[in-house]
């Protein structure tokens, strides 16, 4: 039965009539009473020094405020970097500075050189023409085995080369895993790239910096999934604003996808620069400028091998990955190719022996940091493609090779340092299969080759970790924050409730889902429930959204809170009702006592801890507010399996999608409509990812793809009919360590997509009698075409 | 952008002495104009909007049986009105997206000459004549490379005039990501011959296929462009296909028109 309120329920978005009805507050709906604007002049070459930077002209323009250069923040610290890998002998990475405008060199195109801020945006821009800036233009490095193969062209000069770190994984089974190889009856071997993306949310970044010189509190209003991360990471490391002086908001955010997670210069600049103005200073990147200045995803190149025994169980799994930094380190960088990509290689495989290497590289590129899915899609890929591959030259159904080497058992340790709780990889198999009906694909690939087409189908599976933790755990990998998350719970005298979350909500619904669990612990109306988020001088500390990590551990800590308050309430219910403590339950909203008739309601109680006329102020204090900090023993791991079928024009290399099923099992759900939702829009990425997306540079640094004339965004008429794109969570194993036994969805559809589509596209040519093994994404018609033609 | 004055004049006159205002230049639909100012990749003084001028407007047919489309008509009233010739309104409707077919023009695909727009496919495929505020220009004239035609400055394409073909077709192949021409292929049947225009493909703009053209006189089928093909060398080679894939490409999409008609 479906339910109407509560855990279970598809309740309507609330957030969805102010997203629909151009009532939400974006920040670039925010503007400040006398700000001023920014222009920041962008780098054109990829690589070269600067010699000189004249704004002697520009100052003198009109309506020019201020005009600031690389040197004006020497004095400040650069962007710092919020992860620290260990390479493989033990030494720390390679971290190179990053200033907040460039200084002595600029290393990527779009690179910020100076900043005019001046009453309106147009002047600033014209000043910004006005400057002189003399840069000895460098040769570039671009191609990552390039850059790491010599030391010709150094991204950073203090640098000792361009390798960032050379990660190994788990070093200690190297030598094991090598011999495995030797002794394998097959061996696999694939090589491909995982290409490089563009996040693109609908709404580019923005960022307002406000300054009250009253009582010396800066203001920054930004596009970001983590505020308290911003706060602390600018406030802490780059400006030296102690946290109690600064406060970032971020408001109503139109889409991040990770790119909005990262800690940026423009943040950085407009907080720094309202002090220095004494004005409120805006900055909304362009759409231009969004594609090279916002992290890019993805962008790398691998080698894997599979080794299998004479009965095709797998023995082993060898990597190894060049993994693309760009130019600096973002935040977060360093840890998407090895801890969210490496932990990740045993897949849904009881592999005994993986071992996974990495070279992290500098090229003069915009940096790269994590995309929906970070990491994980780039594992499943290699892995599911690798699978895929065996399978074809062992001749058996790459079904039956998966089934075969599937962990059945759990909680199971896998050989790359993480424990699944608990997974059911055969139903979500048995379900795909069900629901996309592979038993009538060979009647739909004879109609289609009726019509000169050549139909492909694809599978399989995927896993995923969410919610990473735990903090203890993380510190000793390199990370430097902790990851738990936080809520607070105010129940007001009357009743209604506000969440503080931690966690953030840009289109994934938290308004709506994160109510229905609290109005499901108490038995109440969602509509009594509010939750806010994003701004970090009303809510508690927190880490934000990102990873698929918000119900499993924003939902958590917002659960613990709510305990705290019902087992305060049932406190203030044995007074008022004169019973046991221990005899007083609490269902539909109100207290009553065990094996009675006596009750008392939610707000009876509520209004008795503000108005404590009949309350035991000796024993408890008045008031209602709790607030709990969650830190999980594990990540979660959802898991599935997905199907895809393609048709293939021979002709001219043009790939559809017919069909796309899968099988999720994320655990217990909250908001089923909610939960299809993402995986819809993660699969669209995903599929973005396989036939469309590919943001390109070419030898000088330059980039190619540099607006929506040649990044190929998914769209609706890319995607399959919807009656032919089904989505399933029926399978459902709940976490075993986290109170709703959730495990995540944000993420999978974008992690498990890719290679269904691909595996789909080379089953077609094959049959087709194209002795195609591998076709690199995106799989365009011209790329389609040419691997066809040989 | 940088800042520029706005004429809106309402005839054809008013528009051309406007014209004549230093560093004038027309606005038509604004679909490529604007996006240039906004880039400041342009920086005219005085943009001369035709979207008032009436008699650039409309569809209409000719005492000689020609479509008239005035230079200022939109691609959605194109797709909605040209009626009488039934592969010009396709081509039009598949133009962009519905913002820019309410506000893109023929005049201005014409006079800006994309070598990935429609609209120079349509008119070489057709024989059609340009005409503007001085002349009246054969399409075999009127193209000369990419982005390059036969106008002289501050020149006003007023009208196209389009003999009705006995049949018509036009393929289009999309680049992914603009969803502009990659390969568009034009196929006109007339009484005297067919001609055959192809977008997209070339290094120097619009071309016409003069084998096919041949090989498509004698016997108007798909098969007699058996065996027919034409080099990559020359073709546009870029991210979303080489010149050799181009070149296939416009085979195909020759064989699919022909087929669609035939
Ligand atoms: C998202 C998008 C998708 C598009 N897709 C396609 C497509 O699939 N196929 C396609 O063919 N086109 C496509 N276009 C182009 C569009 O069709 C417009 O026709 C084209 O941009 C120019 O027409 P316009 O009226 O907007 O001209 P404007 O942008 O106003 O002007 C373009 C140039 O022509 C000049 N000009 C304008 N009118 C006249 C005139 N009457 N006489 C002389 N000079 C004139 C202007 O001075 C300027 O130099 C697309 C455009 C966009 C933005």
């Excluded at chain 1, 894997?304 to 693309?324: C, K, M, P, Q, S």
């Excluded at chain 1, 699969?683 to 469309?692: C, H, K, S």
Aim: charged share 20%; hydrophobic share 40%.
């Amino acid at each position: 039965m479906p339910k109407d309120g509560g855990i279970g329920a598809s309740s309507k978005r609330r957030e969805d009539v102010r997203f629909l009805t151009g009532t939400g507050n974006y920040t670039d709906d925010i503007n400040i009473h006398g700000q001023a604007h920014v222009f920041f002049l962008r780098s054109d070459i990829a690589h070269g020094t600067i010699t000189s930077v004249d704004t002697g002209a520009a100052e003198g323009m009109p309506g020019v405020v201020k005009v600031f250069t690389g040197a004006d923040f020497e004095a400040v610290g650069g962007m710092p970097c919020g992860w620290q890998v260990t390479d493989k002998h033990g030494q720390p990475m390679q971290e190179p500075k990053h200033p907040i405008l460039a200084h002595g060199k600029v290393r990527h195109v779009g690179e910020p050189i100076a900043a005019v801020v001046a009453d309106t945006l147009e002047q600033a821009r014209d000043a910004a023409e006005a400057i002189v800036v003399d840069i000895d233009e460098l040769p570039a490095v671009v191609d990552m085995k390039a850059a790491v193969a010599s030391d010709d062209v150094k991204v950073h000069d203090d640098l000792t080369s361009n390798l960032c770190y050379d990660w190994g994984f788990v070093e200690e089974n190297k030598d094991a895993t090598d011999a495995a190889f030797e002794a394998a009856a097959h061996v696999t071997t694939l090589e491909l790239v995982n290409n490089r993306l563009v996040a693109n949310p609908m709404e580019p970044r923005v960022a307002v910096g406000d300054y009250a010189r009253g009582t010396d509190e800066s203001t920054l209003y930004t596009t970001s999934q983590n505020p308290h991360v911003i706060r602390l990471l600018m406030g802490a490391f780059v400006l030296g604003i102690p946290e109690h002086k600064l406060r970032v908001v971020a408001p109503d955010v139109g889409g991040g996808f990770g790119t909005k997670i990262f800690h940026y210069q423009e943040e950085a600049f407009c907080t720094f620069a309202a002090k220095a103005c004494n004005r409120a200073v805006k900055w909304t990147s362009s759409r231009s400028e969004a594609f090279m200045s916002d992290a890019h995803g993805r962008d790398h190149v691998t080698k894997i091998e599979l080794a299998l025994d004479g009965d095709n169980n797998f023995t082993a799994v060898r990597t190894e990955t060049y993994a693309n930094m760009g130019a600096y380190l973002s935040t977060f960088a360093p840890s998407i190719p090895t801890w969210l990509h490496g932990t990740l290689m045993a897949g849904n495989y009881k592999t005994p022996l993986i071992y996974v290497n990495v070279k992290a590289v500098f090229t003069n590129t915009v940096p790269v940091d994590a995309y929906r899915g970070a990491g994980r899609p780039e594992a499943t890929f290699q892995l599911e493609r690798v699978i895929d591959k065996a399978a074809r030259e062992l001749g058996v159904d790459p079904v039956e090779l998966r089934r075969q080497n599937f962990i059945t058992e759990f909680p199971y340790a896998t050989p790359v340092a993480v424990e699944y709780d608990t997974g059911d990889y055969h139903a979500t198999m048995d379900k795909v299969l069900e629901i996309s009906d592979r038993d009538g694909f060979a009647a739909r690939r004879a109609e289609s080759e009726a019509k000169g087409k050549l139909r492909g189908f694809g599978i399989n599976c995927f896993i995923e970790a969410c919610g990473i933790a735990p903090s203890n755990l993380v510190g000793q990998l390199g990370a430097r924050a902790g990851l738990y998350e936080s809520a607070t719970v105010r129940v007001n005298a009357t009743g209604g409730l506000v969440v503080m979350t931690g966690s953030h909500s840009h289109g994934q619904g938290h308004e709506t889902s994160f109510a229905q669990v609290v109005a499901d612990m108490i038995g109440i109306d969602e509509n009594m429930v509010e939750i806010v988020h994003g701004d970090t001088s009303k809510t508690p500390m927190g880490m934000g959204t990102y990873g698929s990590r918000s119900i499993a551990v924003g939902g958590s800590a917002m659960v613990r809170a709510t305990e705290k308050i019902i087992a305060k309430a049932k406190k203030i219910a044995s007074h008022l009702l004169e019973a046991s403590e221990s005899d007083i339950e609490l269902k539909d909203g109100a207290f009553s006592v065990a094996g009675t008739d006596k009750s008392v309601a939610w707000g009876d109680v509520t209004l008795a801890a503000y108005v404590p006329h009949n309350y035991p102020l000796e024993d408890i204090e008045p008031g209602l507010e709790e607030t709990a900090f969650y830190d999980p023993s594990n990540f979660t791991y959802p898991a599935g399996a997905y199907t895809c079928e393609v048709e293939v024009d021979p002709a001219t290399g043009e790939v559809t999608i017919e069909r796309f099923a899968s099988a999720d099992d994320f655990g217990n759900v909250v908001n089923p409509m909610i939960v299809e939702g993402q995986v819809h829009g993660g699969i669209a990425q995903g599929i973005g990812q396989a036939l469309l997306e590919n943001c390109s540079y070419d030898e000088n640094g330059q980039l190619l793809t540099a607006s929506y004339m040649d990044y190929t965004m998914p769209r609706a008429d890319n995607l399959p009919q919807m009656d032919h794109y089904v989505v399933d969570h029926s399978c459902q194993t709940p976490c075993t360590h986290n109170p709703l036994g959730v495990k995540g969805c944000g993420e999978a559809g974008a992690i498990g997509s890719p290679p269904t589509v691909i595996n789909a596209i080379i089953d077609a040519l094959q049959s087709g009698g194209h002795d195609v093994a591998h076709i690199d994404m995106p799989a365009t018609p011209a790329r389609v075409w040419a691997a066809m033609h040989g | 952008m940088y800042n520029f004055d706005v004429e809106t004049p309402g005839t054809v006159a008013d528009a051309v002495a406007a014209m004549g205002r230093d560093e004038a230049q027309a606005l038509g639909g604004g679909q490529t104009l604007i996006p240039t100012l906004k880039q400041r990749l342009a920086s005219p003084s005085v943009l001369v909007s035709l979207s008032g001028v009436a008699e650039m407007k409309g569809v209409c047919t000719g005492d000689d049986g020609q479509l008239c489309i005035g230079g200022a008509t939109t691609h959605a009233t194109v797709a909605r009105e040209a009626t009488q010739y039934p592969a010009l309104a396709a081509m039009a409707s598949h133009i962009g997206d519905p913002a820019v077919r309410n506000r893109g023009t023929i005049g201005g695909s014409l006079a800006n000459n994309d070598p990935s727009a429609c609209y120079p496919a349509g008119v070489l495929g057709s024989g059609a004549t340009v005409v503007t505020n001085t002349r009246e220009i054969a399409a075999d004239d009127y193209f000369q490379g990419m982005f390059d035609t036969a106008l002289d400055e501050g020149e006003i394409i007023t009208e196209v005039r389009f003999p009705i073909p006995e049949a018509a077709n036009y393929q289009k192949f999309v680049q992914p990501a603009s969803r502009f021409a990659l390969v568009g292929v034009f196929v006109a049947k007339f009484a005297d011959g067919v001609r055959v225009a192809v977008t997209g493909a070339s290094e120097d703009g619009v071309f016409r296929w003069s084998e096919a053209e041949a090989a498509l006189s004698s016997d108007f089928s798909a098969g007699a462009l058996d065996g027919l093909s034409l080099s990559g060398d020359g073709m546009i080679s870029d991210l979303h296909g080489t010149g050799a894939y181009r070149a296939h490409l416009v085979a195909v999409m020759t064989k699919r028109a022909v087929d669609a008609v035939a």
